[in-house]
């Protein structure tokens, strides 16, 4: 394996962010040898106590009895989306600061969506192609590109600081099914690897190494992957365990040809087209991450010696299944018990190699998930499904073409949740870009279904009304890629159609189903406890920071917790 790149690169990002005053230890206090930082993706802040009833002893019960469990933790941006939450986490600081404002945004250079971690100057190493044919999830088929890099996160992260704190000594990996999920928390300094549905295989690009290790090779070797063809997920405890038994077939659930909307469902064969695709719709994402994770932490010894290394594991099958069968379904409930089965497996695995006491443990969730508005509908919540592709031919949208001189096409294009104005029409037309942000924000707002629509121009003026709403999206405003209109849905509304495929449930609103993620930490020398009060993503890495002692991250604008704080020899 060749040594960690080096780091000399980020020393500009130094000069970059806030400098935060954090609490600093002695140099004789013992550092953890491991951070391991654990993102569920789309776990929702309730769903652990929701679905919990049967925990097991070494996953999430562990966390709970042993770590300061935030239970009012929520993100501050407006857009919850994958990419946005784990840099959020990693960075310490909002989207408009370290610039992930999207999962994808629309670049004007090309006038083609830009998927938020490609790089064609870094191609995947030994791969056939990207993953746009085998991949249910159309802002990774919107990738033009099959490399991929941190290069476009504008802000140093926790792992590159542990990297620059503790030297090249210190190794930094992220792990993922998803490259966004890797990539975002390993950093600039760290190496990344995730999931190629394509290959059927972990993969990384040339902007970490130019090959893989041996210890890669003979995993894959081991053919884990492949065990699972023609093999089904079936429930894990009895049926009568579960909440929502008697619930296994929901009208808005996703039926996927070949994987269906019932138990149990078949992966298929192992040449089937989408055979990697349905391990990922299921608890066999999560399984495989964990063993390439565990393998990983061997193969590369971390946490072998005193200086502080890093792992990131992202585990994404939450997500997945989210989309397909929505939160309130037989298949997530089941999912969240394989869930913490797999977090016991991996926290056992580290137990026997380093040792939960030299390790500091942080869970937390990239985003929230909203429910279905059929679902809500059984109890008597109003809700409903938006489809922007009908927007043009609304009555006021019309009169707008008309109002600008019959311009057609005004709007660019829709990256959710921002509009894209076509800026050469308006130029041409000789139309106040202030005047057509405006109108078409009006027009957007008094669409049913449509909470709020501000302009950029607006934003950048500070012309709007203060609320908690424009808060959060001010703090997901870069001026460099947002859209030039943000759009808010009403509660419990959402655009469920993604490119063809209807989904049960799609994130990325400011509301607290969307906000509202865990965050347990826990390590030597930290008293469990619960916390109720009101705590933010942001400041999950200056935490970590003022633990380890380093400098937080270029951009932090978080603050570190002062209940995860270790207690010192002289502290009662």
Not at 24 to 34: M, N, T
Not at 92 to 98: E, K, S, V
Not at 105 to 114: E, H
Request: proline share 6%; glycine share 8%; net charge negative.
């Amino acid at each position: 394996m060749p040594e960690p790149k080096t780091i000399s690169m980020l020393v500009k990002w130094a000069a970059v962010g806030l400098s935060l005053i954090i609490p600093s230890f002695s140099d004789a206090q013992e550092k953890p040898r491991l951070v391991l930082q654990i993102t569920v993706d789309q776990l929702r802040g309730d769903m652990i106590n929701r679905y919990g009833a049967h925990l097991g002893e070494g996953g999430f019960r562990y966390l709970l009895d042993n770590g300061v469990n935030f239970t009012n933790t929520h993100h501050r941006h407006a857009n919850t989306e994958t990419i946005v939450g784990h840099t959020t986490l990693a960075t310490g600081t909002d989207p408009a600061i370290h610039g992930m404002v999207a999962n994808l945004w629309f670049d004007r250079k090309t006038g083609t969506p830009f998927y938020n971690v490609q790089d064609q100057g870094y191609p995947l190493v030994g791969a056939s192609g990207i993953d746009a044919e085998n991949e249910i999830d159309p802002t990774q088929r919107a990738a033009t590109t099959d490399g991929r890099s941190p290069r476009n996160i504008i802000s140093s992260t926790i792992s590159d600081e542990i990297a620059l704190h503790f030297g090249p000594s210190s190794k930094v990996f992220g792990v993922s099914v998803k490259d966004r999920g890797a990539i975002a928390m390993a950093g600039h300094a760290g190496d990344a690897y995730w999931f190629s549905k394509s290959e059927g295989r972990f993969v990384t690009s040339t902007f970490y190494n130019d090959a893989y290790p041996s210890w890669i090779e003979e995993w894959d070797a081991k053919g884990l992957v492949a065990s699972y063809a023609n093999r089904d997920w079936k429930l894990l405890r009895d049926a009568s365990d579960y909440a929502f038994a008697d619930r296994d077939d929901q009208p808005w659930e996703t039926d996927l040809p070949g994987f269906g909307r019932t138990f149990p469902h078949n992966w298929g064969p192992a040449e089937g087209k989408y055979f990697s695709t349905f391990l990922t719709l299921s608890p066999a994402g999560d399984e495989i991450t964990v063993n390439f994770a565990k393998t990983l932490l061997d193969a590369e010894q971390l946490g072998q010696d005193v200086v502080t290394d890093y792992l990131s594991v992202s585990l994404s099958s939450t997500d997945y299944v989210g989309h397909i069968f929505g939160p309130s379904s037989l298949e997530a409930e089941d999912n969240f018990a394989h869930l913490d089965r797999q977090i016991a497996d991996l926290l056992a695995h580290v137990e026997s190699v380093i040792g939960l006491e030299h390790t500091l443990i942080v869970l937390s969730a990239d985003h929230g998930a909203p429910e279905h508005p059929e679902y809500l509908a059984t109890l008597g919540i109003e809700a409903g499904l938006f489809d922007f592709e009908r927007v043009d031919t609304e009555p006021g949208f019309v009169r707008l073409q008309m109002d600008f001189g019959e311009a057609k096409d005004l709007v660019q294009n829709f990256s959710n949740p921002y509009v894209y104005l076509n800026k050469d029409l308006i130029s041409e037309r000789d139309l106040d870009p202030l005047d057509v942000e405006r109108a078409v924000a009006d027009e957007l707002q008094k669409l049913p279904g449509i909470a709020y629509a501000v302009s950029s121009s607006d934003l950048r003026r500070g012309a709007f009304a203060k609320t908690k709403i424009s808060d959060a999206v001010l703090a997901n405003f870069n001026p460099d890629r947002s859209g030039d209109i943000y759009v808010v849905f009403e509660p419990h509304w959402f655009v469920a159609d993604f490119d063809g495929l209807h989904v049960a449930s799609a994130h990325g609103s400011p509301w607290t189903y969307d906000t509202h993620v865990p965050l347990i930490i826990s390590g030597k020398n930290i008293a469990a406890k619960t916390v109720v009060r009101r705590v933010e993503t942001v400041d999950v890495a200056p935490t970590i920071a003022a633990i380890l002692g380093t400098k937080p991250p270029s951009g932090a604008v978080g603050v570190p917790l002062p209940e995860a704080m270790p207690k010192t020899k002289d502290q009662p």
